[in-house]
């Protein structure tokens, strides 16, 4: 069956560092969609990546979707503290499948 | 803004109980998910439903039920409860019927369930 492997699971960094999150599929993706949770919230939804190949930017995070449709990333660059909290990935296979990442959990020291 | 709602945040339970969890939307959706959420797992899709009476089973759906009597509202049932269930429940939902895939989805708060 489908696999994802979300890595790493936790990644502690300096205020001002750069922060890079990835999502690895065992198939084929139809699309993927990103997700942050707050320390004690849930789960919102950031952006949602369809086409080969495509990035997009939010501000400081840029997420790319792989050229295969199997991997995608996100990058944050120049983290602060409001980004602490944990980067869910979410899959849809071609076949249907709806999967999520396991997460990595960032934490920022001021 | 969309507005999911789970009836409780904490909930403590026994032991072989039949517990109902409960779930409300307010933005006509037509899909609701339910997951649970346990450490170093990330949430794992337990039922969800597109329709009114209608429920497709996720990757745990073992000593779970669910109903959806109304649109708005899609409740998660523990047949019996047991200790190994003790975790967070979130509830979510999103739009577009027969593509539940390709739209954002809205959660709850989540439940935190303890299993005695």
């Known amino acids: 069956g489908q696999q994802v492997m979300q890595i790493p699971q936790y990644q502690h960094v300096q205020e001002g560092e750069d922060f890079t999150t990835y999502c690895n599929s065992s198939?084929?993706?139809?699309?993927i969609q990103w997700y942050k949770q707050r320390p004690g919230g849930h789960p919102v939804f950031l952006i949602q990546?369809?086409?080969?190949?495509e990035v997009k930017k939010q501000k400081r995070l840029t997420f790319q979707f792989g050229e295969a449709k199997k991997n995608s990333s996100l990058h944050i660059t120049a983290t602060q503290t409001t980004d602490v909290g944990t980067y869910f990935c979410?899959?849809?296979?071609?076949?249907?499948?709806?999967?999520f990442g396991q997460g990595t959990t960032l934490q920022v020291k001021p | 803004d969309v507005k999911v709602t789970q009836s409780s945040r904490y909930l403590v339970k026994r032991t072989g109980e039949k517990v109902f969890l409960e779930c409300v939307q307010d933005?006509?959706?037509?899909?609701m998910f339910w997951y649970r959420q346990d450490p170093g797992l990330g949430l794992r899709l337990i039922y969800f439903?597109?329709?009114?009476?209608?429920?497709e089973k996720g990757d745990i759906p073992e000593g779970y039920s669910v109903s959806r009597e109304k649109k708005e509202r899609f409740s998660l049932i523990l047949e019996s409860a047991s200790t190994n269930q003790t975790s967070m429940y979130l509830c979510?939902?999103?739009?577009?019927?027969?593509?539940?895939?390709?739209?954002?989805?809205?959660f709850g708060d989540g439940t935190r369930l303890s299993i005695l």
């Open positions: 979410f899959l849809s296979s071609n076949t249907g499948k709806l999967i």
């Open positions: 198939t084929t993706l139809s699309n």
């Open positions: 990546l369809v086409k080969s190949g």
């Open positions: 933005m006509d959706h037509e899909n």
């Open positions: 439903s597109y329709d009114v009476k209608m429920k």
């Open positions: 979510a939902s999103n739009r577009i019927r027969g593509s539940y895939s390709n739209q954002p989805q809205h």
